[in-house]
């Protein structure tokens, strides 16, 4: 037992000693200027104190630079995107309607017809007549892709076992043209309050 807690802390000693160092490297290296490849390198080193060889794989934290714009973009505050329902409202009429309200917009990428990143709103955009009147909602853009994989067709069988709060069931259901089944549940209860609100 005892043996067992030396080496633990033994350990425990080390890592935070690697994690002071690289922390403190990475300082050094961007006070100096040192190219972008020093920093990679000294991330790496990093990202191996908390990380198997089986995740960094997984993750693709192997390719230095990706590692790097991931950890940018997590500091970054994840844009506003509403997605149109254009079972009722084409996207160029809704994004019309919301800049004469005070939005500031845009098409979200080349990869989705329906999505529009908010850059600036005077309104609340969860209270407009169109968002109330289901013309938009309020989702981020990476609950579109499971959908957009799924591609729902129209008279199919579809079962959402993680429904909640409703972005990816109704643009499900949207995609469906609102025609077919889809069975929608969620393991946390409460989270369903939401599901049944947004449909």
Known sequence: GDVYKRQSLKSQVTLQNSEMK???????????????????????????????????KRYQFHLLFQAMQFIEANENPRPIVIRTNTLKAKRKDLARTLIGRGVSLEPLAEWSKVGLKINDSKVPLGATPEYLAGFY????????????ALCPMQDEFILD???????????????????????????????????????
């Open 22 to 56: 690289a922390k403190s490297d990475v300082n050094t290296s961007q006070t100096q200027n040192k190219p972008c490849a020093n920093v990679m390198a000294i991330m790496n080193n990093l990202l191996t104190l908390y990380l198997t060889s089986s995740q960094l």
């Open 137 to 148: 909602m309020l989702q981020s853009p990476s609950s579109f892709l499971p959908v957009i």
């Open 161 to 199: 076992m993680a429904a909640a709060p409703g972005g990816k069931t109704t643009y499900i259901a949207h995609l469906m043209k609102n025609k077919g089944v889809i069975i929608a549940n969620d393991s946390q209860k409460p989270r369903t309050k939401a599901l049944y609100a947004n449909f």
